[in-house]
């Protein structure tokens, strides 16, 4: 895995990020549905530790905003 320093600080983070909107399931927003519908947890959680195994350190959760 190939790291970059973050900004004007001491930490490296992976070239390649964990993107973690589709492991939290559907939501609502008003009357419009966004999200990714059902998931299953089991499954989440093994691309979590698959993707820490391979040295990923830098995951997207950014949550909705209302």
Known sequence: MNY???GNTDLQVS???FGAWAIGGGEMVGDTAIG??????????K?????LDLG???FDTADICR
Not at 47 to 51: C, E, T
């Open 15 to 17: 070239e390649i990020g």
């Open 36 to 45: 990714w519908g059902d998931v299953d947890d089991e499954v989440s959680k």
């Open 47 to 51: 691309a979590i530790h698959r993707s």
């Open 56 to 58: 990923i350190n830098f």
């Open 4 to 6: 970059r320093k973050l």
